[in-house]
């Protein structure tokens, strides 16, 4: 046990207790335990492992806070708890980060370079991705991979200062030989089983990362734009029919007009055939269903691809591709074949190689100078599809990718992701609309590969056919047992180094696994699957995902998905979602919109326990304002934990007698409360209401410190009273209780003060259970409320609280008098009243009061 302090002070509370936590162990996780209590006494947590690309953010703080507290409640209810965390390092973030922190730029045609230095260290930010420099692949994962480390130290650092209780033995990084091995072995089961395939077809692509975007990756921002009404010709020469576009430069790409099936207007034109405008191209003019009537001239121009309705009208109207747009956003050298003569040959020779700003601009002076532009709108915003880390709007292009299938296209599947979304139990219950929302909403299947560098193999090769060319009906997947591999280096089994990329031979698979289909691993990749089975039968199904609301449609559902598709199962039991933290106009934090507080400063400013106070605070699934300027929860957290604190050494202050009991109503009262505060928060934290555990134990513990010490301390104090034990006992017990009810949220301040009177943790320490003793809690109530009336009493008279009072009177309804009489002796003392009346009222009030007369000196 510790001294206690002659003055307990907060500060320096985090580094003392967390070197104690990391010296003794307290929150390893205890394999033999957890195997003698067999997996209903494990409790295992899917820790969202966050992005190490950069600093960490206060919604971290937040929602990391509430998974904290439930392992702390958890782990005190006996249970072996499996706090993992991992570091999600792969993937664009982090090469963005590279290019920005190093100068840098990925060019895999380099040779490495063994002694390469990097020309920034740090401020490359505002380079041009022109002006980095380019280096190998090789040399390019090197920067990352010394980069990710040193941002998951600050992490670290930032996690164990906040007090997360997490097991820092079972960490993972989702770029380690280990994750790849299991990430590439859950792909080639996906082959295997049918559920991974590659396909040719439009594909969202980011100009910039020059990488194709999953659905889950979208969101809309506002973007400006004008219509341009076109005139195309009617091939029999009868007049034209006027279009509306937004992109008049992917004119080249047009394939149909598609309007209403329903629109008089175009009815009659079904079936025939008009010629675009500059390139004089025939297209056909086609109904569908999707056409809006009220937009535009209610008639569409059908380009490969404009957008993701363009997507569709080209698969169900089975319409040609003429896709112009290349991978680096610029329009591509090659007119489409369709375009035939001179003229039109001529005009998209004026395109070419231009960016889609140049080539808009460079199309209206064509349409301008033919005539066939007829109008052009005021300008207007409208929703514009980016990847929801990219710098410039996506655009379409026809790629070779990777799919998982995801339900989009297999209702079977589809239902069995609903029915497993159904067995979680969520918190808050209306998320899982959300969830359900967005598999029924899914137009496509998840694709998961992409053209970048830092990120998990694809771990396949390509036979070569006798011209050198890629068979893709000849995959080639190497064994398990030779896991983890990179195709580029590797060679698959039964043939050479000499054939690669020879007729005959074998090429390399160069794209690489989209971060999130590695994420999607996360129990497996902490849990021990195909690594540790043992392990692995101990913690899953894991207990409960906590995450945020943003990634329900990326992390949660792709993790769901893999296990649907594995083992057939939820990978949890529970998913507990965080609301968002908003800046004092309810706007989200994020990086992207540049209102993040950074986490560090707060913590040192408030403290930890005052921190995770806030956090605490909030209910799962709701948004939390947060102003640094003005912090109103972390001052009351704080005060709440320096409360503790002095609290704890006044109640230690007393001695207990080994043989004492409670006797006195009072104190009867007052644990008889606390028995009813322990109930209800421990139903609250088993419900996932750590905010509403929180209120009533804060609650109880201010009308303890407020009321009940009050009420006590002169018979707590006075040796000779028959009373004193059975105080000095209850102050005991209620000190325990309350310090291990509050253990989960105010982590520093009550391990602290339970190293004052307790040997090992307040967190291993047992949850607290009802006493069962039997005391009426409305001795306490009627207590507490004559105290606040002896009170204000004496404020009203302009009298200091340690004013004697001659007499006093208090009147009560008949069914508080025996409370009140057996609260007496104890108001007398702390009221310095020497004579007490108790009356019968309507209402429970000091209804007189008369001051002792002050003694001259």
Not at 41 to 67: K, M, Q, R
Request: hydrophobic share 40%; with cysteine.
């Amino acid at each position: 046990m510790s001294v206690i302090p002659d003055k307990p002070a907060l500060e320096g509370l985090e580094a003392k207790w967390d070197g104690v936590w990391a010296e003794q162990g307290t929150y390893l996780f205890d394999r033999l335990r957890a195997a003698e209590l067999g997996r209903t006494g494990v409790y295992s947590i899917d820790t969202p492992p966050p992005t190490a690309s950069g600093s960490l953010h206060i919604g971290h703080v937040f929602s990391y806070t509430h998974t904290d507290v439930k392992a702390r409640y958890e782990r005190m209810r006996g249970k072996a708890v499996f706090y993992p965390i991992g570091w999600d390092d792969n993937g664009l973030p982090t090469e963005r980060r590279v290019q920005n922190y190093y100068g840098v730029r990925c060019d895999p045609s380099l040779p490495y370079d063994a002694e390469f230095v990097p020309p920034f260290q740090g401020d490359a930010k505002s380079l041009k991705a022109a002006d980095q420099l380019p280096v190998s692949r090789r040399n390019f994962i090197e920067l990352c991979e010394k980069l990710t480390v040193e941002d998951e130290k600050q992490f670290e650092d930032v996690f164990r200062q906040m007090g997360l209780s997490v097991d820092w033995t079972q960490t993972y990084r989702t770029i380690s030989d280990e994750t790849i091995r299991q990430s590439q072995l859950g792909f080639l089961r996906n082959v295997e089983r049918g559920e991974a395939y590659q396909a040719l077809a439009p594909t969202l692509w980011d100009v910039d990362f020059r990488s194709a975007i999953a659905q889950a990756e979208l969101e809309d921002r506002e973007q400006p734009a004008s219509f341009h009404r076109l005139a195309f010709h009617k091939t029999d020469g009868s007049g034209d029919i006027e279009i509306e576009t937004t992109r008049p430069e992917l004119l080249a790409a047009c394939v149909a007009l598609v309007a209403h099936p329903d629109d008089e207007r175009y009815r009659a034109y079904f079936g025939k055939t008009v010629r675009t405008p500059v390139f004089d191209v025939e297209v056909p003019v086609l109904a569908h269903h999707l056409a809006q009537q009220d937009k535009g001239s209610g008639i569409a121009m059908v380009c490969t691809f404009g957008d993701v309705t363009d997507i569709i009208w080209w698969r169900e109207l089975d319409l040609p591709n003429r896709t112009i747009l290349g991978q680096d956003g610029r329009v591509i050298p090659e007119a489409p074949e369709a375009i035939t003569t001179d003229a039109g040959r001529a005009a998209y020779a004026e395109l070419a190689g231009k960016t889609v700003f140049s080539a808009r601009k460079q199309i209206v002076e064509l349409l301008e100078a033919s005539g066939e532009l007829l109008n052009v709108s005021k300008p207007f915003n409208h929703a514009v599809k980016f990847f929801e880390k990219g710098d410039r709007p996506l655009e379409i292009v026809s790629t070779r990718q990777w799919y998982i299938r995801n339900g989009a296209r297999d209702g079977e599947l589809r239902d069995q992701l609903i029915a497993n979304g159904r067995e979680l139990t969520w918190h808050p219950d209306f998320m899982r609309v959300r969830y359900e929302n967005w598999v029924g909403g899914l137009t496509g299947d998840w694709l998961i590969s992409r053209q970048r560098f830092f990120g998990v193999p694809i771990p396949v090769w390509y036979g070569l056919d006798a011209d050198g060319q890629r068979d893709f009906g000849r995959v080639l997947v190497p064994d398990e047992a030779s896991l983890p591999i990179d195709p580029t280096t590797d060679v698959p089994a039964g043939y050479t180094a000499e054939q690669r990329g020879v007729p005959g031979g074998f090429e390399a698979e160069v794209d690489i696994l989209d971060t999130w289909a590695t994420s999607s691993l996360t129990p497996q990749l902490a849990g021990g699957w195909q690594r540790d089975e043992e392990l692995w039968s101990l913690v899953a199904p894991f207990d409960v995902r906590p995450q945020g609301q943003d990634i329900i449609r990326t992390w949660l559902f792709s993790t769901m998905l893999r296990s649907t598709l594995e083992d057939a199962r939820s990978p949890w039991a529970n998913a507990s979602i965080s609301g968002f933290i908003v800046d004092p106009d309810r706007k989200k934090m994020s990086k992207s919109k540049g209102n993040v507080v950074t986490p560090a400063d707060i913590l040192e400013k408030h403290g930890s326990d005052a921190v995770r106070y806030w956090a605490a605070s909030s209910r799962l699934g709701v948004d939390a304002a947060f102003d640094p300027q003005n912090p109103t929860q972390m001052k009351i957290g704080r005060r709440l934990a320096i409360k503790i604190l002095n609290a704890a050494k006044f109640v230690l202050g007393f001695p207990v007698p080994e043989d004492a009991e409670v006797t006195h109503a009072l104190d009867a009262s007052m644990l008889a409360a606390l028995d009813d505060v322990v109930r209800d928060a421990t139903k609250a934290f088993d419900a996932f209401d750590h905010a509403r555990a929180l209120e009533l134990t804060e609650a109880f513990f201010w009308t303890f410190c407020d009321d009940y010490l009050e009420l006590v301390k002169e018979r707590a104090y006075n040796q000779t009273d028959v009373g004193q034990p059975s105080a000095a006992l209850a102050l005991r017990i209620a000190l325990s209780t309350l310090l291990r009810l509050l253990a989960p949220v105010v982590s520093f301040a009550t391990e602290e003060a339970w190293s004052w009177f307790e040997e090992g943790s307040i967190h291993t320490a047992a949850w607290p259970e009802p006493r069962g003793g039997s005391g009426d809690p409305a001795v306490l109530a009627a207590a507490s409320a004559a105290l606040i009336g002896i009170r204000r009493a004496k404020t009203e008279a302009k009298a200091s609280q340690k004013t004697p009072v001659a007499r006093a009177v208090i009147a009560a309804p008949a069914s508080a008098l025996d409370a009140l009489r057996a609260a007496s002796g104890d108001l007398q003392a702390v009221g310095r009243i020497a004579e007490l009346s108790l009356v019968e009222g309507e209402e429970l009030a000091v209804t007189e009061i008369e001051l002792a007369p002050v003694e001259e000196s």
